[in-house]
């Protein structure tokens, strides 16, 4: 099949800013682009060829978009996969396949997935619900981390538990308790499978956490770990993506403890906050990568060709509404300072608004400048 013909149509479910960043990549083909998500304010709304408002949980609203493309892929979770079972079984591709999308969506069973592999992971206990949780908190180890097993992101659906009372005002649904694991650095790599089965990872990434909002504030490639631990942690990631058997990108977070073993926290299929940075500092962006993967292209060099950080840019506390970015020509002042502004119109605190890559020759230099822009640029509204 001639994927750059003009009559190829590419369906991908979600409009959010990963859908936005991967429309960038599909204008480089002479393929047309559709897009459905549940928000008519949706970031990708404007560069699709078109954009069609609708549940993505919905078995309707996802079969009949499915029906109008000749290939799917998503850029979130969260989507009805039995929708995708019929699609499927008609005969159209789905990148990832629900049955990848099965294993990875609820975090209870993606947890009992890497135990079945041999895939090394932290201690945890699944619940039916939290009033489970909480008849059996005697037999857990305080601290634990709660998480909620279905529809969790960017720092909701998972809390630090250290005592019965952190416990109160989470909601009654399925969840994990996880050991809490005292790590170095948590890492990321992400994987590239396409349909052929040809595989490449990017360098492994070291990400620095907001302490409260339990969101990523600094990406950093390469991470600063030895040559040992970046190998371990690389052949991990493709122990997991070989057992996932996914097609498009895979992104495993994991755990670096402080004696240098490597342990899978969660994965992502499909592109990811911590590969960002790639589109200014390697040779081919993880979106150009997932195109290429699901696409069944040659995959393309995942190699940097710099020091990149890439900062997060949130909605500051206090603030909600109109967004305003204040300072910006400030940043951009600065050598190797690309911002990517979302296109969210209203900000809040702690949502994600866009973020800020720095490429330098030199990374030291370059975690300098990531400090100046976050201290720089605010994400504020006219409203307070």
Not at 325 to 349: C, F, L, S, W
Request: net charge negative.
């Amino acid at each position: 099949m001639n994927y750059f013909s003009s009559d190829f149509k590419l369906g991908i479910l979600g409009g959010g800013q990963l859908g936005k960043m991967l429309l960038a990549e599909t204008r480089k083909f002479d393929i047309q682009t559709y897009i459905l998500d549940s928000s008519k304010e949706a970031p990708s709304q404007f560069g699709a060829t078109q954009f069609f408002i609708g549940d993505l949980m919905d078995f309707d609203a996802v079969y009949q978009f499915g029906k109008q493309v000749n290939l799917l892929t998503i850029e979130i979770e969260n989507v009805n996969l039995d929708a995708l079972d019929k699609l499927e079984v008609e005969g159209l591709p789905v990148f990832p396949s629900p049955k990848t999308l099965r294993l990875i969506q609820n975090k209870g069973i993606q947890k009992d997935f890497y135990v079945a592999n041999n895939i090394p992971t932290s201690k945890y206990k699944r619940f039916e619900n939290l009033l489970d949780l909480k008849s059996d908190l005697d037999n857990l180890q305080l601290p634990f981390v709660w998480k909620c097993t279905q529809f969790g992101y960017d720092g909701t659906g998972v809390k630090v538990v250290r005592t019965a009372s952190d416990l109160e005002n989470l909601p009654n649904v399925e969840c994990i308790a996880e050991e809490m694991i005292p790590f170095k650095n948590e890492l990321a790599v992400i994987v590239a499978r396409s349909a052929s089965g040809e595989v490449k990872t990017y360098p492994v990434v070291e990400m620095e956490f907001h302490p409260e909002a339990n969101q990523v504030e600094y990406v950093l490639c390469p991470a600063r770990i030895s040559d040992a631990v970046a190998q371990k942690a690389q052949e991990i990631a493709l122990q997991v993506s070989k057992a996932f058997n996914h097609v498009g990108l895979l992104a495993v977070e994991m755990f670096q403890t402080q004696d240098d073993e490597i342990l899978v926290n969660e994965v992502a299929p499909r592109p990811h906050n911590s590969g960002h940075h790639t589109i200014e500092a390697s040779y081919t962006s993880q979106f150009e990568n997932h195109l290429r993967a699901i696409l069944n292209l040659p995959l393309g060099n995942t190699a940097s060709k710099v020091a990149g950080i890439m900062v997060n840019l949130v909605g500051e506390e206090g603030f909600s509404g109109p967004v305003i970015y204040q300072n910006i020509e400030k940043i951009m002042a600065i050598d190797g300072v690309t911002p990517h502004i979302y296109g969210k119109r209203e900000t809040r605190p702690f949502r994600k608004m866009g973020h800020v890559t720095i490429v330098n020759e030199d990374m030291k230099q370059a975690r300098k400048i990531a400090e100046e822009v976050k201290n720089s640029i605010r994400v504020i509204s006219v409203w307070s």
